[in-house]
């Protein structure tokens, strides 16, 4: 069933300002009560600026109080006084096409036109979950929080998804309060991510002081020091990457021509065979013997101007490999295992 998005409860104040990316109105309440929530005028809050030409989705920005002087005849002639406006700017953020949310609008609304807040249901509505059809969604917010926000799983693994926001805006407590839900809500579900700083043992019951062992019971926290993923797991793209490997030199067909051979050799000697072996073949290679052979044949040739590509792939791959940061890369040097099947 389809929600109105202009509640005449939630209507809180009138539009009075219209440029391009934001939109300024004067609220004559900054507080409404509907079906038994309160809705304020509070930074990040959604609402709706209706008029003819449609539903303007946005959100709050910023919420001030000026002070105004004006005057009034009284009985001692001309008075002054203080009147308060409430003035709430609003960051555009889409519009409603058909029911659905949709980013970026085709015409703004224009002055005097009534401005809405948005429940959680209207909200719910435009990004299209539904409560009462949809069995997959979770719950991400405090249950005790007025405004539920709940994400369909399928959805957000399914697709690329990015949190965004400046320095403590709380990005890592978003992500941390997304797991939560998902380990709260499913019997086991396997999530794998990267905390190179470091920042989420204690969300998971390994802060020492306040264990939790609900969560810790059903995760596992290695310490970055301990983590490992071999050189020779990486891509061919990914190697040129992480050894910043120059594009469109010829430094790339070296690589790619040595790296082959190394892992061609080593498909040999593990008796790996049935498969098409290839520079991106996840199968282990020595690095030491690649700058050997680097070293060799720059040493083969007869020119300097021949010799420099591979002085530069030498340096790159040796700086890597002395820098600290990238010591996960080359741990467990003398572990040979391959990846793919014997």
């Not at 309160?38 to 989705?57: F, L, P, R, S, W």
């Not at 797991?233 to 910043?244: Q, S």
């Amino acid at each position: 069933m389809s929600i109105t998005l202009r509640e005449p409860e939630l209507k809180f104040g009138k539009v009075k300002e219209v440029d391009g990316s934001s939109i300024i109105l004067y609220a004559d309440f900054l507080e409404r009560k509907f079906g038994g929530t309160n809705y304020c005028a509070e930074v990040g809050a959604y609402v709706n600026c209706g008029g003819a030409n449609g539903n303007t989705i946005c959100t709050i920005s910023k919420v001030q109080i000026t002070e105004i002087d004006k005057t009034k005849r009284g009985d001692n002639g001309l008075e002054i006084y203080t009147e308060e406006r409430r003035v709430v700017t609003l960051s555009i953020l889409g519009c409603d096409v058909g029911g659905k949310f949709n980013r970026g609008v085709k015409r703004l609304p224009t002055i005097n036109y009534d401005t809405y807040f948005l429940s959680s249901d209207q909200v719910n509505q435009l990004i299209g979950i539904n409560l009462e059809e949809d069995k997959e969604h979770f719950c991400v917010t405090d249950k005790s929080d007025d405004n539920q926000t709940y994400l369909n799983l399928d959805k957000l693994m399914g697709r690329h998804t990015a949190i965004l926001g400046t320095t403590g805006s709380g990005k890592s407590c978003t992500v941390a309060s997304i797991v939560q839900s998902i380990l709260s809500s499913y019997e086991c579900p396997r999530i794998l991510f990267f905390d190179i700083h470091n920042e989420y043992p204690s969300a998971f019951g390994y802060n020492q002081s306040d264990q939790n062992d609900s969560f810790k019971s059903r995760t596992n926290a290695i310490p970055w020091s301990k983590f490992s993923l071999p050189y020779w797991f990486l891509d061919l793209d990914e190697f040129f990457g992480v050894y910043n490997i120059e594009p469109g030199s010829n430094q790339k067909a070296i690589i790619k021509k040595i790296i082959t051979q190394l892992k061609v050799t080593e498909a040999e000697k593990q008796h790996i065979k049935e498969i098409i072996v290839s520079a991106d073949t996840p199968i282990f290679f020595s690095i030491d013997t690649l700058l050997a052979d680097l070293k060799s044949e720059k040493d083969s040739q007869s020119s300097a101007t021949a010799k420099k590509p591979y002085e530069s792939i030498i340096l790159k791959i040796e700086a890597v490999r002395q820098d600290t940061r990238y010591s996960f890369l080359h741990s467990k040097m003398d572990d040979e295992t391959s990846v793919v099947s014997v």
